[in-house]
C-alpha cells in the first residue's frame, strides 16, 4: 500500500503500476514499463514526470475548453468549497447550482429551460432516457419506451447510456443491457456509398436519406413504443461525422410527426467545441432534451446536466408527481462555481467567437495533409476534427481488424505522443485520428499538429 507522504516519482510510478485501474486501458503493456505520468499543464500543453511537454491535441477528453492552469478557475473552486463545500439538491438548493441553471436555460435555445444536474454525460444520458420513459408513461402513453440511436456512436457507459451506444465492442462483455434500443445508419458521408448502396449520392442526398431510417425504423417498432432518438450534433465515435445538410432538419420533423422525443447528446459537442455555446445552434435545430458535460467547467471540477424542454416538466407540476432519480453529487456547489467562472471566462475572452474565426484556418491546416497516401478523409466542424486513415485513396479500401491493431496500438499512438502531440488514434469504426485543442489554440499550435501528423503518418505509411 503507497502511504500519502511517499510522494516521490519512484512511488507514484510504482502505485500507478500496482495500484491505479486505469480506463478503458489495456494493462499488458505496463507490466515492465511505466504508465505515462502526466504531472501539470499550462495553455494548450501538458507536461508529464519527466519534463517533457506535449501539446494537448485532445484537450484532455475534449474537456479543457479554456485551456490548462487557469488560475481563475482555481480559486472559484477554492471560494466556493470555504463557503459551502457541499449540500445535495434533494428537496433543496444552493445558490450555485439555482444560478448556474439560470444561465443554462438562458443560452440553451427553445424553451429548453429546466437543468437537471448529473456528475458527467454517461448519466446525463442515463437521467434523459428515464425521464423520456417516465414522462410518456405519465402522460398516458405507456407504451413508449425504446430509444433509436445511429450505428458507432458512442453515448456512455451506465446500463443505460451503454444500451444507446452503438459500439458492439464496448457491450459483449455486460449484456444482457436494457431493451428497447435500436440502431440506425450514421452521417458518414465519406462511406455514404458503401452505406446506402447507392452510388454518387450528394450530402444533401445522403442526409435525407440517413433521416428517412430513422423514420423507417420508428414505423418497423411502432410510433407508440417508441420515446426518443440519441444523436449528438457532430458524432464522434468513427470520427468526427458531421451532419449533411438538411439532416436536423429532417429528423425534428420526423420526430414531432411521431411524437418522438429529439435528445441533442452534446457532451462533446456544448460549450464552444463547435463554436456555438450548445452543438443544436451550429446546425440551427431545437432539441427537445440537451445532455452536456465535459466542457462546462473546463474539467476544473466534475458536472453534468440533462436541459429539457419547459413542456416535459409540465405534468411534475402536480404536487404528488416526483421525478424518482438523482445523484448524490449533482450540481455540487464547488463544481457549480467553476462552471460560472468558466462561462464568465467564455464571455471575456469571446472564445466562441475565437473558434468560428479559427476553424477554417484548423479545417484548412489539416487538409494539407490530404496530399498523403495514407489520409483519405477530413472532417468535423469548429475545433472537433477527424483525419481518416486508408489503406486506397482512390478505393477508400479501409485496414483489416489486424492492420489496424498494428497501426494504430502497435505504433501510432505512442509514435505521436513520443512526438509531442496527445491525441486520439481510434478504431471505433474506421481507423481515424481524432483532434479537439483547448479552444485557445489558435494557427501556431494548429500547424504544429500538422508537423507531427506528417511526420508520423509518413512513417506509419513507410511501415505499412
Not at 445511429?150 to 451506465?158: D, K, N, P, S, V
Not at 449533411?244 to 420526430?255: D, H, K, S, V
Amino acid at each position: 500500500m503507497t502511504h500519502p507522504e511517499n510522494t516521490d516519482v519512484a512511488s507514484i510510478m510504482k502505485a500507478a503500476q500496482e495500484n491505479l485501474w486505469l480506463h478503458f486501458t489495456r494493462h499488458g503493456p505496463y507490466a515492465d514499463a511505466d504508465v505515462p505520468m502526466i504531472t501539470r499543464g499550462e495553455g494548450a500543453y501538458v507536461y508529464d514526470a519527466r519534463g517533457r511537454r506535449y501539446l494537448d491535441g485532445l484537450a484532455g477528453l475534449f474537456v479543457v475548453q479554456a485551456g490548462h492552469g487557469r488560475s481563475e478557475l482555481a480559486e472559484a473552486a477554492a471560494k466556493q468549497a470555504q463557503e459551502l463545500a457541499f449540500f445535495p439538491l434533494w428537496s433543496y438548493a444552493h445558490p450555485k447550482a439555482a444560478e448556474l441553471a439560470g444561465r443554462l436555460a438562458e443560452q440553451a435555445p427553445g424553451d429548453l429551460n429546466r437543468v437537471f444536474f448529473t456528475t458527467g454525460g454517461g448519466e446525463a444520458v442515463e437521467t434523459a432516457w428515464k425521464l423520456a420513459k417516465q414522462y410518456f408513461k405519465i402522460t398516458g402513453r405507456p407504451l413508449k419506451h425504446k430509444v433509436i440511436s445511429r450505428q458507432i456512436a458512442y453515448h456512455g457507459t451506465t446500463q443505460g447510456a451503454l444500451s444507446i451506444t452503438g459500439v458492439p465492442a464496448f457491450k459483449q462483455m455486460f449484456e444482457p443491457l436494457v431493451p428497447g434500443s435500436v440502431r440506425v445508419p450514421n452521417t458518414n458521408h465519406y462511406r455514404a456509398d458503401e452505406i446506402t448502396g447507392v452510388p454518387g449520392m450528394t450530402p444533401e442526398q445522403y442526409g435525407h436519406w440517413a433521416a428517412e431510417r430513422v423514420a423507417r425504423a420508428i414505423e418497423m417498432e411502432g410510433p407508440e413504443t417508441v420515446a426518443a432518438v440519441f444523436v449528438e450534433p457532430v458524432q464522434n465515435a468513427g470520427g468526427c461525422f458531421p451532419p449533411p445538410p438538411g439532416y436536423f432538419q429532417r429528423l425534428r420533423e420526423i420526430c414531432d410527426a411521431y411524437d418522438v422525443l429529439l435528445v441533442s447528446d452534446e457532451v462533446i459537442c456544448a460549450f464552444g467545441r463547435l463554436g456555438t455555446m450548445f452543438g443544436g445552434q451550429k446546425f440551427d435545430y431545437v432539441p427537445d432534451i440537451i445532455t452536456c458535460a465535459k466542457g462546462m467547467t473546463s474539467g476544473y471540477s466534475p458536472i453534468g446536466a440533462m436541459i429539457a424542454s419547459e413542456r416535459l416538466f409540465e405534468p411534475f407540476k402536480n404536487p404528488t408527481e416526483m421525478f424518482a432519480h438523482g445523484y448524490t453529487f449533482g450540481g455540487h456547489p464547488v463544481s457549480a462555481a467553476v462552471a460560472l467562472a468558466n462561462l464568465d471566462l467564455f464571455e471575456r475572452e469571446d472564445l466562441l467567437g475565437h473558434v468560428t474565426r479559427n476553424e477554417p484556418v484548423f479545417r484548412a491546416t489539416l487538409e494539407r495533409l490530404l496530399d498523403l497516401p495514407i489520409v483519405g478523409d477530413v472532417r468535423g466542424s469548429g475545433f472537433f476534427w477527424g483525419i481518416e486513415l486508408v489503406k486506397d485513396k482512390a478505393t477508400k479500401e479501409t485496414f483489416t481488424a489486424a492492420e489496424s491493431e498494428r497501426m494504430l496500438r502497435g505504433f501510432l499512438s505512442q509514435a505521436l505522443f513520443e512526438a509531442g502531440l496527445y491525441c486520439r488514434a481510434d478504431d471505433r469504426g474506421d481507423p481515424v485520428i481524432q483532434l479537439a485543442p483547448p479552444l485557445i489554440c489558435g494557427p501556431k499550435e494548429f500547424d504544429e499538429i500538422e508537423s507531427i501528423l506528417r511526420s508520423v503518418l509518413t512513417e506509419a505509411w513507410r511501415r505499412l
